[in-house]
C-alpha cells in the first residue's frame, strides 16, 4: 500500500508539472499572437509611410519640372529685355 501511494504522489507531482507547462503554453501563444498582431499593424503602418514617400516623391520630381520651366522661360526673358536695351541703346 506504500508503494502505491508513493507512486500516486509520482504521478500527482507529474500531472502538476504537465499542467504547469500548459499553462506556459497557453500565456507563451498569447504572447505570439500579441507580437503577430503587434508586427502586422507595423507591417500596416510601414505600407501607409512608403505610399505617401512614393507620392511626395512624384510631387517633388513634377514641381522640380515646372521650376525648371519656370527658370528657363524668366531666363529667355531677361535676355530678351537685355537685347532689346542694348539695340535701342545702340541706335
Known sequence: MDDLSRRLDQIDSKLDKLSDAVSRLAMIEERITHQTTSL???????????KRIRLLEFQSSRRGVMLNYIERFGWIV???????????LKG
Open 40 to 50: 502586422t499593424r507595423q507591417d500596416e503602418r510601414l505600407d501607409e509611410q512608403d
Open 78 to 88: 531677361l535676355t530678351a529685355a537685355i537685347g532689346f536695351l542694348s539695340y535701342f
